[in-house]
């Protein structure tokens, strides 16, 4: 009954979405007020008609209600509550009912916050986001319906894939979601803003927000996923290049760009026509990034073709969405009228720079993506694109991106003073070399690969540039540090939150180049009692026990692990095998340490010897990497809760002026 | 959602513990990272992107096998090599040869890079000779709205 409920709520919202979808555009093309107004109660309607859906299949799954064809196939009794829940969202059918999910609520978000938004902006962005909807429902109810029932009922389900039985990875398609559909705002209001004729710096400053706000949720969900591969997989890798990694990391790519080419719309009026391009392509490729890892045609351009109804329908979807935003950018572009004038070396050029460099980044990741696709459905023959094609091709692009990263923002606006600023980073030219010399030195020259002292050093003039110019605005050592505190007090928080996420790109980039350069690693069969030494870390096996889990069966190796003779940690990784689906997972054991991390695995017996297969590890700077990453994520919080954010809000004031008056 | 068809494809195969297995290992560790480095470029061919040194699965511990026999031989890196695209064709290589066939994933990425800075450059030209654009004048609806929040402000 309530999984009828939910499907029905589902049509019921795809009526209102069709409402949603013309009735205010009509309205917007006419100047009447009525029919714009609609636009508020349709997408308030609209939330609560497919919140309820979601909420009628998150009960299937919470009551494990087998006679709904999505929860046997994809559940089981035994799970933990938590996996039941995210389990809603680990198919394909609940993940897409999820990303609707959002989407109404991000919609109806606008109607909550957007009182002061031009009537006729505001209705156009939220009909552009009802035909995302429209078409998002059509897919859902014709060719993935999640409440179709499944007549008799089996006992249990087959259970959810353990690899993904894991918190950091139930927590991770919601974030990359909340991401991608974020970045349907910036999409929506650039084709309400095409179809006005119209971007100004009311425009930006509306947007902007959402973006970053889509940023920061992608920015946590792809590092939750980098993360997850990084313990679960039992490797020490973080990063493969994998086609679905690519499919979220192209819409940072382009977003980045665009929360960049929107700061300078909001402050100097200029490069328009480009933003509006880039919000375009963010959500474009945020929809290829949801459908590339939905519809299985990463894994062959032969298993898309054997489910041709859901493929089709996507190949359309992507079409009319991409192909109808560009022709109409195509036409009305031109007509946007560009602002305030500037020259190449400017704070608005640094920011152009970074935008070709990302943007042409963003193309690369996609052409090697797509293009084993394309060689196979064009008889090309089969190609393999992995991790050394885009190591060799994307990592040189985002060098110059990072060397400008330093010089930018010292850069002054309209018109710069490139031999002045890196006169003023003449410390982190210099600091930056030092460092470089210094790490080809302690890893005894070419025994190390030739590029890690380049990364390195990189990493110190970011995180150096970017601290001159922190310490030039509060004038530190040159005015009473009181008065330097004081001014860093009054520094935007918009500002501090540029810092944090520029330094901890350093960090990254600082752990990302000693991981890969200096990994560690040591493979052997390890009987109860020995000991292995890694990196200056000996590990002593201690013991082997089973130990049961909720539905599985873990058995676990306990090291002793010392450091120059005293005792450093004990570790206890596991190697589980689940009951259903039976499969085993690893379950590596970390201990962060300031300069890395000391990981270790346990595998089988070893029949022959006796002893167990053990993969030990000391992978450097990694936690560098994650705390690099959580302060891009704390810097993107940080320039949401900026003044200007708050600031204008006349329901606001209106309501003081009662509170007076009363 | 990262790395599910990764996961859907592992539940068709038999997963046995992980990657490389101590015996397969050659004793002379000089060798050994070699064959490593160069299985990090091979594919195994029935995983969705991981690299033979990467893979549990039993296609990649075969080949795994295959180079290291190869390279305790006394076998060059690219002989090996040859061998193994020799039975598999290029599907193998993680990073594809250029050729005919891979021009467009080679060249791609310098040709956007080239045409982003001519569009840049064309951009500051046009600019440096155009007027700046004096904004629209604000429609009557604007004006009204305008004026209300400046009474609001009061």
């Not at chain 1, 500002?495 to 000693?514: C, E, N």
Request: charged share 15%; proline share 6%; glycine share 10%.
């Amino acid at each position: 009954m309530i999984a009828e409920i939910g499907h029905f709520a589902l049509i019921l919202a795809l009526a209102v979405a069709l409402l949603q979808a013309t009735l205010p555009l009509i309205g917007a093309q006419r100047g009447d007020p009525v029919w714009m107004g609609l636009s508020g109660p349709t997408s308030v309607a609209q939330m609560v008609l497919v919140t309820v859906s979601f909420a009628a299949l998150t009960h299937a799954y919470v009551t494990s209600d087998f006679s709904v064809l999505n929860v046997a196939q994809n559940s089981h009794t035994d799970k933990p509550m938590l996996y039941k829940v995210a389990g809603v969202w680990g198919n394909h059918e609940g993940s897409l009912l999820l990303w609707i999910t959002i989407l109404a609520v991000f919609g109806c978000a606008v109607t909550a916050f957007g009182r002061n938004l031009p009537p006729g902006l505001k209705a156009r962005a939220l009909a552009v986001q009802a035909i995302i909807t429209v078409g998002f429902l059509l897919f859902i109810l014709f060719t993935s319906n999640p409440f179709e029932r499944l007549d008799p009922a089996p006992m249990n389900g087959n259970g959810l894939n353990p690899l993904l039985q894991d918190p950091g990875l139930a927590f991770h398609p919601p974030m990359l979601y909340l991401g991608y559909v974020g970045f349907s705002m910036a999409f929506s209001f650039a084709i309400a803003a095409l179809i006005e004729g119209r971007v100004d710096a009311a425009w930006a400053r509306w947007v902007r927000p959402w973006t970053l706000a889509a940023w920061v949720f992608l920015t946590g969900g792809i590092v939750l996923g980098s993360w997850w591969a990084y313990y679960e997989l039992g490797w020490g890798g973080w990063w493969y290049w994998d086609p679905v990694e690519n499919a979220s990391f192209m819409p940072w790519l382009a977003g980045t760009a665009l929360l960049h080419s929107a700061v300078v719309v909001e402050k100097r009026d200029a490069l328009k026509a480009w933003t509006i391009f880039l919000a375009i392509t963010a959500f474009g490729l945020s929809l290829l990034g949801t459908f590339l890892v939905r519809s299985g045609v990463i894994t062959s351009v032969h298993a898309f073709a054997s489910d041709p109804t859901r493929g089709v329908f996507i190949l359309a979807l992507l079409v009319v969405a991409i192909g109808g935003s560009f022709t109409l950018f195509a036409f009305r572009a031109p007509n946007l009228k560009t602002g305030g004038l500037f020259s190449p070396v400017s704070r608005e050029g640094a920011l152009l720079l970074n935008n070709v460099l990302m943007a042409t980044g963003a193309g690369t990741v996609l052409l090697g993506t797509l293009y084993p696709l394309f060689a196979d459905a064009l008889d090309l023959g089969k190609v393999s694109v992995g991790p050394p094609f885009f190591n060799s091709v994307f990592v040189p692009l985002m060098v110059p991106m990072v060397l400008a990263m330093a010089v930018g923002p010292l850069m002054s606006w309209k018109r710069g003073d490139l031999a002045g600023v890196l006169g003023r980073l003449k410390i982190a030219i210099g600091l930056s070399l030092v460092i470089t010399a210094a790490t080809w030195f302690l890893q005894g020259g070419s025994a190390g690969p030739w590029w890690a002292a380049g990364g390195m050093g990189l990493a110190a003039w970011l995180l150096l540039g970017t601290l001159v110019d922190l310490a030039e605005r509060v004038r530190l050592f040159k005015a009473p540090l009181s008065d330097s505190l004081a001014r860093a007090g009054r520094l935007p928080r918009s500002y501090w939150g540029m810092m944090l996420a520029h330094g901890g790109l350093a960090l990254f980039i600082a752990g990302a180049t000693a991981s890969s350069a200096w990994k560690v690693e040591a493979v052997q069969s390890q009987k109860i009692g020995e000991a292995i030494t890694v990196s200056g870390y000996t590990f002593t096996l201690k013991e082997v026990k089973d130990v049961p889990g909720a539905n599985y069966l873990a058995t676990e190796g306990i090291f002793e692990v010392t450091k120059d003779g005293k005792f450093f940690a004990e570790m206890r990784p596991a190697k589980r095998v689940y009951r259903q689906p039976p499969r085993p997972t690893t379950e590596a054991a970390i201990e962060g340490t300031f300069l890395g991390d000391v990981y270790a695995v346990i595998g089988d017996k070893d029949v022959v010897s006796g002893g167990y297969v053990t993969r030990l590890y000391f992978n450097p700077l990694v936690p560098w990497m994650w705390v690099g990453t959580l302060f891009m994520v704390l810097g993107g919080l940080t320039s949401l809760t900026d003044r200007r954010h708050r600031i204008g809000a006349p329901t606001r004031a209106r309501a003081v002026a009662q509170a007076a008056k009363a | 959602m990262r790395r599910f068809v990764l996961a859907a494809m592992l539940m068709v195969l038999s997963a046995p513990a992980i990657a490389v297995d101590p015996s397969e290992m050659l004793p002379d560790p000089k060798q050994e990272e070699r064959a490593q480095d160069l299985g990090k470029g091979l594919r195994c061919m029935v995983c969705q992107s991981e690299s033979i040194e990467d893979s549990n699965a039993d296609l990649a511990k075969d080949l795994r096998i295959i180079v290291r026999e190869r390279i305790a031989k006394g076998e060059t890196d690219d002989q090996v090599r040859k061998f193994v695209v020799d039975r598999y064709g290029d599907y193998v290589l993680l990073k594809p040869p250029f050729k005919a066939s891979t021009l467009i994933l080679w060249v791609g990425p310098f040709v956007l890079l080239l045409a982003g800075i001519v569009a840049v450059f064309g951009f500051y030209r046009r600019r440096g000779t155009a007027a700046p654009a004096q904004p629209a004048p604000l429609t009557p609806e604007e004006k009204r709205r305008l004026d209300a929040l400046l009474k609001d402000g009061q």
